[in-house]
Structures are given as C-alpha cells and as structure tokens.
C-alpha cells in the first residue's frame, strides 16, 4: 500500500503514530529552518514538517516541491504546537522521516481551492483539476449518498428497481431524440430514452405495481440554466392510486431526505397551488415563495390615457419592491436593460416610486395623473418607501419576464437566502400548452376569438 492512513483520519489520540501518507501538495510555507506542506487527499487535508535540523537533505528536498505534485511521506503524528480548528486534522501534524515524490505537476492553471481564482471555462477545460476541490467534491459525495438513501427508502415502501434499456425505437414525446445509428441494420436508428416512459408502463400492465429508477435521460434540446441534453432523474411509476396517493407517497420521500442531507424537519403538510394561479401570481409553474412580491395585475387601470404601450398591451403586471423607492436613475436603468436582455426579451420597462412623504414619481407621470398611479399603488398595496416595477404585453410572455425581473430584485435584496428552503406541489397542470401559431390559425380562418390564456382548451 501507498499509504497507511489518509490525510483526513489522524487525530490527537494517533500522536506518536509512524504513517504513512500519499495525496496532492495543497501548498508549501518556508519558514525560517522548517518547511510546512499541506498535503491533501479525498478525505482531507494534513500538515507535514520537515525540519533542516532533523534532515537537512529531506527539507531541501520539501522546499522543490510544487502545487499538486503527488507524494508519498512517511513520518511520526505529533500535537501540533499551533493548532488550526477550521481542520479536522488541526491538532496534529506530521514529523515528516521520509519523502517521495510520486508525480510532478506544472502548475495548475487556477487555485485548488473552494474560493478559486478560475472562470467556468478554464475549470471545465481542466475539469480533473477542479474536481479535486472540497466543495466540488462534496456535492459528488452528497449526491452518491442521496442516491443511496433514495433507494434504501423506497425500497422500504415497496418499489422495485428494474433498469430499463438505453437504445429504443423512438417515441413521440415533447422534445427531440438523439440518435444513433445501427451497424446491423443499415439505414435505421435507435433513440435515446426521453423518459422510461414506454418501459414502466409496460412494467405495470405486468404487474410490477411499483418501480422506480435513478435513471439517465436524452433530450436534443437547446441549452437553458435548467436544462442539459442529458440528466438523470427518479422515475417513479405505481399502480392502484391516485393523485393524493402519489403526491403523499412523494413528499414523504422529499422529507426524508432533507432529513437525511440537512437535519431539516418539515412537520406540516407542503403548501399545494394550481398552475393556473403559479402563472397568475409568479410566471413560473416552479415559483420560488421564499418571499412575496407577488404578481399584481393592472390591466382594468391602465387603458384609456393614450399610452400605447399600455392602452395595446394584453397584460399588464406589476411587482412591488419593498424599500425600494430611493433607487437611483441609474439603478432603474440597470434594471430596465436587465428586462431588455435577449435572454428576457421586454421592450421596457416602467416604475413608479412611492416616496417617503407619500409622494409619487412615475417613468409614466406625462400619462397619468397622481390618482391614477395611486390607484396602481393601492392595488398593489406599495406602502411609502416602495418601489412599483411594471411591464406590459402578451400575458404569457409577460409573466415570463416579470418573474425574471421578480427573481433579480429578490437575489438584490437577499431574499432567496440558499439555505432557507421552501416546498411547493404545483398542481392541475394544463393538458395542452396554447400555441401562438394554432391561435392565429383559427383566427385566419375561423374568425376564432382566443379564450384567456390560463383556460384549457381543446382545440
């Protein structure tokens, strides 16, 4: 063996111990005759002392060594005299005997560390280095343990794993399916799975009333934040229930293992909310209610000035941002371009202030009256000190953007806070998505008047 123990299990209760240790240089201090190297594996980091009076030759030796070179040392646990209690390991540190440098490195183009100094693109170009940082490894690590946990659980409720097949016939689903040649059947292709869809209903027209899987899934999509060509999700199917009976099935397992991954009890039932009020409130089927600033309609108040951009417009939503009404012109603008992106696509983007005095200031105020914009802010319910942030257009597309503007103000005020969690069933999803194209059809050539969006219509 390279090694006797790893560079994260050595406590104060091993000191007098001779070890041996191998793993990557972290870093190397040089301080007057004694030569500190911080050496790191998987499980944690060590500190190694190479002392020029004990060796001399073995200190010159530690003092060449680069970042990330791969070493094997041998040497006596001893109680550190300055102890680090940010490591496990910071009682104690090694007298270092003995020293082999297993593999040379140049050096990494960024920093081996949580707070690294590279971009996105040079860590996936160099995506083995940065994979060797804690908190990358963590997550590899949670993610295994989740996985485990997941299967240990609804094993314990009575489901079967049963791994499907990769290569198929494709199947109509909602998006595109990659696919990969037969070398047998030239001129015909096999797909890539878009979901077990077709396999575990098969499994329970044969009974298998309850399977699951951990599953990978193809998609030739275009890329978003939230989406990737491929991904791997639970896939879960169960026979003889119905809709309450997966829903509890399902938040029981989401309780688990927040339990399980962060000591975290949720005793209530999880809030349930339609899709139709999800769009109407936040213009996401998956709302982050970790703070308000719910949607607030203004249609019924805006017509009629001659504004056209709100006199034409379909939808008109507003947002309040608490606190807010001292933004400068130069903040409004940021947030004006934010909205213009092409990401977001808003032509504009308007906003009236609610002063501390009681006073209002609008970007709209050549078209409005005070009492007109006081009518928007008490609908909206703006109190004195806030901010009223607005956009106009097609309902759906709008709602869109004014969640994205919703999300931005919420990050800017700290209130999507990563740890505070927030749980959500969004139900009574639509059947059939409404299609522009389909609209304008009927429209053409039916003289077809489009229902309210939120409506379901089989067309």
Not at 30 to 51: A, E, L, P, S
Not at 221 to 242: G, H, K, W, Y
Not at 291 to 315: P, R, W
């Amino acid at each position: 063996m390279y090694r006797t123990k790893t560079c994260g299990e050595l406590r104060l209760c091993d000191a007098g111990q001779e070890v041996t240790l191998a793993g990557w240089v972290q870093r190397a201090r040089k301080m007057g005759g004694m030569t500190f190297v911080d050496v790191r594996d998987r499980y944690g980091i060590t500190q190694v002392v190479f002392n020029v009076e004990n060796d001399a030759a073995l200190c010159e030796a530690a003092n060449h060594l680069g970042r990330e070179f791969v070493v094997q040392i041998t040497g006596k646990v001893a109680e550190r005299t300055s102890k680090n209690p940010n490591l496990p390991t910071g009682d104690i540190e090694i007298i270092a005997s003995d020293l082999k440098v297993l593999n040379r490195s140049d050096v990494p183009p960024f920093t081996i560390e949580d707070e690294t100094d590279g971009g996105d693109d040079l860590r996936m170009k160099y995506r083995y280095l940065d994979l060797r940082r804690n908190c990358v490894r963590a997550n590899l690590e949670l993610r295994h343990r989740m996985a485990f946990e997941i299967r240990r659980y609804l094993d314990s409720k009575g489901f079967l794993e049963v791994e499907t097949p990769v290569l198929i016939k494709s199947t109509p689903e909602g998006a595109r399916d990659f696919v990969v040649p037969s070398r047998m059947n030239p001129g015909e292709f096999y797909a890539l799975p878009q979901s077990p869809q077709t396999f575990k209903q098969l499994l329970m027209v044969s009974g298998f009333d309850r399977y699951f899987q951990i599953v990978k899934c193809f998609r030739d999509e275009d890329l978003r934040a939230d989406r990737q060509p491929e991904f791997t999700q639970i896939d879960c199917e169960m026979s003889f229930v119905n809709q309450e009976d997966v829903l509890q099935m399902f938040e029981g397992l989401v309780k688990h293992i927040f339990k399980y991954v962060k000591d975290i009890d949720f005793t209530e039932p999880f809030p349930r909310m339609t899709w139709a009020d999800a769009m109407r409130l936040y213009g996401s089927d998956k709302p982050d209610t970790r703070f308000g600033m719910e949607f607030v309609e203004l249609k019924d108040l805006t017509g009629g000035k001659g504004f056209a951009v709100l006199d034409d417009a379909e939808y008109v939503g507003a947002i309040v941002a608490p606190g807010c009404a001292d933004y400068t012109r130069k903040q409004l603008d940021q947030l004006t371009d934010f909205v213009k992106r092409p990401q977001i696509g808003a032509k504009g983007m308007m906003w009236v202030k609610i002063e501390a005095d009681g006073s209002i200031k609008s970007s709209v105020s050549k078209f409005y009256s005070e009492d007109d914009l006081r009518a928007w802010a008490d609908r909206a319910g703006a109190k004195a000190g806030d901010l009223m942030l607005i956009l106009a257009g097609q309902t759906m597309k709008t709602r869109k953007q004014l969640c994205e503007l919703r999300l931005e103000m919420g990050s800017r005020l700290g209130l999507r806070d990563p740890q505070n969690f927030s749980c959500l069933w969004v139900v009574d999803f639509p059947l059939f998505e409404w299609d522009e194209e389909t609209q304008r059809y009927y429209a053409m050539h039916h003289r077809f008047t489009a229902p309210n969006p939120d409506a379901i219509h089989l067309l």
